[in-house]
C-alpha cells in the first residue's frame, strides 16, 4: 500500500527536480522516489563500513589489496 508524502522545495530546486526528471524520462515522483531510495542504500552501506573498518583494521586490513590477498 502506497503512502503519500507532501514535501516543500524552493522555487529553484523545483525546477531542477523537473529538468532532471524529464531528462530521465520518469515522473518527478519516480525520480524523487529513487533518489530516496539511493540515500537510504547510502545510508546502510556508511552505518555498515563504519561498524566494519575497525574490525577489520584490528586484523591488519586496510587496503583492497589486503582484503584481495585474503580472498585469492
Known sequence: MRA???ISLPPDLR???GR???GQGVSESEFVRRA??????ADAFE???????PKA???????DEDVFKIVS
Open 47 to 53: 552505518r555498515t563500513r563504519r561498524a566494519l573498518v
Open 15 to 17: 525546477r531542477e527536480l
Open 20 to 22: 532532471s526528471a524529464k
Open 4 to 6: 503519500t508524502l507532501t
Open 36 to 41: 530516496v531510495q539511493r540515500q537510504i542504500w
Open 57 to 63: 583494521r584490528a586484523q591488519g586490513i586496510y587496503t
